[in-house]
């Protein structure tokens, strides 16, 4: 099964919940200060058959930064034993609307798994048209992933560094303004504050609406537009640790833009880099 958009409707998925070929995943994550618990929220409510993709635990435990990819074998294990594999299309969703879902749409692109998308409005605009759910924990069959790692999709430390001087890809950041700017103490330990040298602010809420969907493509034309997004130029996205510069590679790619890379280190890494060039503003 195809789809011509990274972002499905609710009605849609509504309708396509029996399809033999289509797995659902809760891809919920949350900051320790949300207060939230985002296993214990699947267990409580789920949408049907859904299995729970924990992204910390599909992430590089060997890595001192929050959630690195993990290593192809690694990840390749954890989706078989979810039951997510070759020819299966993944639905991903989560608990806040739009916020972890598209790092999980964007782990499993970045393994080369390309039929994935994002359920647009997530778990809340679900729950609000009173559509299914349960608390049944789902029994998958394990299904074979063949991991087809897309180093396009990923940029790291040396990448970014080198783009200083080419200029190449624009680095949109996703923090929200007063971090950008280096106005706010970073929630990291030894993070120093401030943004990449030439990079461009998108705060992630910019681009979803009041109900919680991502905002139309011409509206996110329009604020990639008016926040200096150069829609022309391959990019990069960046956050904190690598969970909402995924939301706004979705956005690119809602509008239609596929020269989009994801800065796996963000401003955990660069931040924490003393060599690394820091600009606050």
Same mark, same amino acid.
């Given at each position: 099964?195809?789809?011509?958009?990274?972002?499905?409707?609710?009605?849609?998925?509504?309708?396509?919940?029996?399809? @033999?070929?289509?797995?659902?995943?809760?891809?919920?994550?949350?900051?320790?200060?949300?207060?939230?618990?985002?296993?214990?929220?699947?267990?409580?409510?789920?949408?049907?058959?859904?299995?729970?993709? &924990?992204?910390?635990?599909?992430?590089?435990?060997?890595?001192?930064?929050?959630?690195?990819?993990?290593?192809?074998?690694?990840?390749?294990?954890?989706?078989?034993?979810?039951?997510?594999?070759?020819?299966?299309?993944?639905?991903?969703?989560?608990?806040?609307?739009?916020?972890?879902?598209?790092?999980?749409?964007?782990?499993?692109?970045?393994?080369?798994?390309?039929?994935?998308?994002?359920? &647009?409005?997530?778990? @809340?605009?679900?729950?609000?048209?009173?559509?299914?759910?349960? &608390?049944?924990? @789902?029994?998958?069959?394990?299904?074979?992933?063949? @991991?087809?790692?897309?180093?396009?999709?990923?940029?790291?430390?040396?990448?970014?560094?080198?783009?200083?001087?080419?200029?190449?890809?624009?680095?949109?950041?996703?923090?929200?303004?007063?971090?950008?700017?280096?106005?706010?103490?970073?929630?990291?330990?030894?993070?120093?504050?401030?943004?990449?040298?030439?990079?461009?602010?998108?705060?992630?809420?910019?681009?979803?609406?009041?109900?919680?969907?991502?905002?139309?493509?011409?509206?996110?034309?329009?604020?990639?537009?008016?926040?200096?997004?150069?829609?022309?130029?391959?990019?990069?996205?960046?956050?904190?640790?690598?969970?909402?510069?995924?939301?706004?590679?979705?956005?690119?790619?809602?509008?239609?833009?596929?020269?989009?890379?994801?800065?796996?280190?963000?401003?955990?890494?660069?931040?924490?880099?003393?060599?690394?060039?820091?600009?606050?503003?």
């Amino acid at each position: 099964m195809k789809l011509a958009s990274p972002l499905v409707s609710t009605e849609w998925l509504a309708e396509h919940l029996a399809a @033999p070929d289509m797995r659902i995943a809760d891809a919920s994550w949350y900051l320790p200060q949300a207060g939230r618990d985002a296993r214990g929220e699947y267990l409580a409510a789920h949408i049907p058959g859904a299995v729970f993709f &924990d992204i910390d635990d599909l992430s590089d435990e060997t890595n001192v930064l929050p959630h690195m990819l993990a290593p192809a074998p690694k990840f390749a294990s954890r989706m078989r034993n979810l039951g997510l594999g070759d020819g299966n299309l993944i639905v991903v969703y989560d608990g806040a609307g739009i916020y972890s879902a598209p790092r999980a749409w964007w782990m499993l692109r970045a393994m080369g798994h390309e039929e994935v998308a994002v359920l &647009d409005g997530g778990f @809340p605009k679900w729950k609000r048209e009173g559509r299914p759910i349960e &608390d049944l924990l @789902p029994q998958p069959y394990p299904r074979h992933f063949t @991991p087809r790692p897309n180093n396009a999709l990923v940029r790291g430390f040396s990448q970014i560094v080198s783009n200083l001087q080419s200029g190449r890809e624009q680095v949109v950041d996703l923090r929200g303004a007063g971090r950008f700017a280096g106005k706010e103490i970073e929630p990291r330990p030894g993070v120093r504050a401030g943004h990449i040298p030439g990079s461009v602010n998108v705060p992630y809420t910019e681009l979803s609406g009041a109900d919680g969907t991502l905002k139309s493509r011409p509206e996110l034309l329009e604020t990639f537009r008016r926040l200096g997004v150069e829609t022309t130029r391959p990019s990069v996205t960046s956050c904190g640790s690598g969970i909402t510069a995924a939301i706004g590679m979705l956005a690119l790619a809602a509008t239609g833009k596929e020269d989009v890379s994801l800065y796996d280190g963000s401003w955990s890494e660069w931040g924490a880099r003393a060599e690394a060039p820091a600009v606050t503003e």
